[in-house]
């Protein structure tokens, strides 16, 4: 895959791929958007995409002058442990750093919990005769012998990953480099992943469940992104695919293809920058993103236009998050992230009736094969899709303009044998009942990221969006006490829209541990940030680009001496002076008393990780929304409040920027917008609908 520059002429396309569907915008020069939404098609999601971009460019890929591209696919190879075999190489006495971890429990008096199994078996995990000291100089030299041996294990294993990870590696990757050209030599079909070029930071753990990450990923998305790449070539297309990145920014295919764990949360992250975007234009200071598709649900807090960044996250253990009050139930992925937490309830979320009368919703979904009851494509157990045809608040007939045809009778049908009947109760009440369960579960991936952290969720406008999120928006806001929900046009789209705004970024990080108060502090991070800004130009310049287009933003992940964990400080632009220590130490000791309630003016201040980003600000896009309407308003029979009710169901270009009052259903391309009994709802300017509660 060549690096190539994205057009400032020609489509300009924005591709998101989730686990049940695929979402395609495009963006032509005059603003006009086209939209398209389709069932993903597993294993080959690429297949998906490239009939959205068929559709959405006229059947003209040539015309394409970009593509930014977001997916779910690593986040679920991850989920599914659906990945090669890989091994591990790292320093004698190590090989169970995986299993040890940070000895972190998110419950802890629970004895029939365990972790998820590590990506690396045991056996092949297999450590090297080597040793590097803290400052970087060789203890024990590599023993190319030992090194040899652990090539006969994996190569015997059939491994088709190896990640590499030796002793403070990060400091000096000597011994790496030395173990990468061994093991290209003896395994030449391998993706091999060394921690010195993935994530050159201290700590062991971090370090080395990261690099297994990526390495584990990168047969996965090379060889999706490379089926990409030659499908749009095939197609006479010659604009660059750009990946989004967990932090926000997008590189090149080329470069996500080896470093895949800094896109594992793409698609999440695509809607948090929609949301931000929608927060600026609208002035909105505190809004919470609400993301809701086939398979997830994300969360994400926006403040004055801005999402907040984690340092790390945790995939894989009930909530995905970057808070660590629920840490120890995942892989640990020690990379720059949007915050927010991720659960899987989705519209495809399986509900379901245990032994002891017990109703649960997810997280196991139907996906888009065999996928709900209602598509008529195998699906046989209740999904919330299911549910929600049943009660109403769906189309019984048809989605996505009449493209997609839903099957009422086969909901029905599913919520009755699955859920009615163990219930001991009719089709309606049970229904109703999962999703009452369902929004009590959404409301927890919201509660992670607001009340969790002693914020108030009520004082927030709920941005939802996805092809479920306004759906259940309303009955999800009612149980938060949030009074104001925004769904934007286009919203089961949406995230896809948000790729469209996202900028080009390169990152180099480095682990000084600089104590601020050290006389040589100024000229220590000085003389290192210099070093990571030439990195990033470099990356940069071998894409093309020249250092007067890029913007620099630097980083200081700080703590106090003796505490465990950083908080991500900013570090003022220009030479670093006295006074630049003196800011960066404000605005740490601002955010610890944020997040922890108190600061230490009396303790050391120690820099433990820079990170450096050079940033090419995308081009601004206009886009110029066709709202539809109805050529006939209709009535449906729908389930609110515990008894049937006809409401009107309207298309969003019927509505006037007078709020008119719920039950409404408001029936959308690519989503439904469910207004229950005492809410009021009115279009906006911009074509979103404003939902407000009346009681």
Known sequence: ??????????????????????????????????????????PDFDSGVLTG????????????GSMLHASTVATNAILERRGPRTGLITTEGFRDVLEIGRLRYPRLYDLSWSRPEPLVERRLRLGVSERMAADGSVVRPLDGGSVAGALDVLEQAGVEAVAICLLNSYVNG????????????RLPGAAVSRSSAVLPLIREYDRTSTTVINAFLQPVMGDYLGRLAEALQGAGSR??????????????????????????????????????????????????????????????????GEPAIAPELELGGGISSGTRLTRGSGYLLRTPTIDLAEIGAGGGSIARVDQAGGLSVGP???????????????????????????????????????????EAERAERAVAEHLAGPLGTD????????????????????????????????????????????????????????????????PGVFSATGLLGADLRWMATHSPLIDLGASDAASRMDEALGLLRERCTALAAAGGFGTAELEIEAVADCRY?????????????????????????????????????????TSPVIAAVLRVSAVRANDPVRLREALDRSPEQTQRRAWFEGRWRSVPVVRRGDLGRKPESGGLIVEDYDATTVVPPGWRCAREADGALLLEAGR
């Open 53 to 64: 971009l068929q559709a959405c460019s006229g059947n003209s890929l040539a015309s394409l």
């Open 364 to 406: 196991d979904s139907a996906g888009a094969d065999p996928g709900p009851a209602c598509y008529g494509r195998g699906g046989q157990e209740a999904t919330l899709t299911d549910v929600n045809v049943v009660l109403g608040h769906v189309s019984p007939t048809g989605l996505l303009g009449g493209d997609m045809v839903i």
């Open 561 to 601: 001496r003796g505490q465990s964990f950083e908080i991500p400080a900013g570090i003022p632009g220009g030479r670093v002076t006295k006074g630049t220590l003196d800011t960066i130490r404000d605005r740490f000791e601002a955010l610890h008393e944020a997040t922890y309630g108190h600061r230490d003016p």
């Open 174 to 185: 000597e011994h790496e480099i030395e173990v990468e050209r061994l093991v290209r030599e």
């Open 1 to 42: 895959m060549k690096a190539a520059r994205p057009s400032r002429d020609g489509l300009r396309t924005a591709a998101d791929v989730g686990g049940t569907f695929t979402d395609l915008v495009a963006v032509d020069a005059e603003g006009a958007v086209t939209r398209h939404k389709t069932l993903s098609t597993p």
């Open 427 to 490: 089709v309606a009440r049970a229904a109703d009942a999962a999703r009452q369960v369902a929004a009590a579960e959404l409301a927890r991936a919201l509660r992670a990221v607001t009340s969790e952290r002693g914020v108030d969720p009520s004082a927030f406008t709920l941005v939802a969006f996805g092809g479920g999120g306004p759906g259940m928006a309303a009955a999800v806001a009612e149980l938060l006490g949030i009074r104001r929900v925004l769904a934007p046009a286009g």
């Open 239 to 304: 604009a660059p695919i750009l990946m989004l990145q967990s932090s926000g920014g997008v590189m090149p295919a080329a470069e996500a293809a080896q470093l895949p764990a800094f896109c594992l949360e793409s698609g999440p992250t695509a809607g948090v920058l929609a949301a931000a975007q929608l927060a600026r234009q609208r002035g909105l200071d505190r809004v919470l993103a609400f993301d809701m598709g086939g398979t997830t649900a994300k969360a994400a807090v926006v403040l004055d």
